[in-house]
């Protein structure tokens, strides 16, 4: 590995330790938590390549456990996140050197979007969600009534605007293919974890924070990806990571 890339894995694996610490939503049930991980494990992968996302995706992830407390999680966590990082980055570039397949892949990742979104979202975050916002001398509370028709919408246009920038850029269908690929590793690796230890009904429960904490990364991995590969571009000679 070169000088280059050390350095490239040292910043992103302390931006995805700082990510996932960033919002963390505790789950009794499982002794875990909801995070934002996600979305800079993808963006490394994406960005850098399969092997500084696993290193960068497996030890940031992990030393966010060790600092949050969360230490029964950290040895999973270094496996499972780091195959996800592994897998996104490989996935998004053996997927554009084969765009044949790409009408394929751009139709499962749509429908993948909108199935996990409008069930998720229908079946789990459904009610009156309460945000509290603010320190405890100036709180503000927000309050919102969501439907499941309303996460059926979303769903849907979630799946169109996949389909529109799928057709208009390849490249981006493909990466969220390729996230998809890496979240359903993510969620099952935990959920086979947690099901050891805690049992088959626990790990269910966290099942859903996990498709959300994926919903979460592709979205904002989508945005923001092409923004940090402009910044990266000028710092690869000969491809950075692959």
Not at 94 to 109: I, M, P, R
Not at 160 to 175: D, P, Q
Request: some cysteine; proline content about 2%; charged content about 10%.
């Amino acid at each position: 590995m070169e000088t280059r890339d050390i350095a490239l894995t040292s910043i992103f694996t302390a931006l995805v330790a700082a990510t996932t610490l960033m919002v963390q939503v505790y789950i009794p049930e499982t002794k875990g938590y909801f995070n934002f991980g996600e979305l800079m494990v993808y963006l490394t992968a994406l960005a850098l390549g399969p092997k500084i996302g696993a290193v960068a995706g497996g030890l940031g992830s992990a030393l966010a456990d060790i600092i949050s407390g969360y230490h029964i999680y950290a040895p999973a966590t270094l496996v499972i996140k780091g195959l996800e990082g592994l897998i996104v980055g490989k996935a998004s570039r053996t997927l554009t050197a084969k765009t044949k397949h790409f009408k394929v892949v751009l139709a499962l990742a749509s429908i993948l979007v909108f199935v996990s979104i409008s069930t998720v979202g229908s079946l789990f975050y459904t009610g009156t969600l309460e945000w509290t916002l603010g320190s405890p001398i100036f709180e503000y509370f927000l309050s919102v009534k969501l439907e499941s028709y309303i996460w059926i919408a979303i769903g849907v246009i979630a799946m169109i605007a996949v389909l529109y920038l799928g057709l208009r850029r390849s490249e981006i269908a493909l990466n969220v293919f390729a996230m998809l690929c890496g979240g359903i590793e993510m969620v099952l690796g935990y959920f086979a974890y947690e099901a050891m230890i805690f049992g088959v009904a626990a790990a269910a429960v966290e099942m859903p924070f996990n498709l959300g904490q994926v919903t979460v990364g592709i979205i904002g991995a989508t945005l923001l990806y092409e923004p940090l590969n402009r910044v990266l571009r000028g710092l690869r000679h000969g491809g950075v990571g692959r």
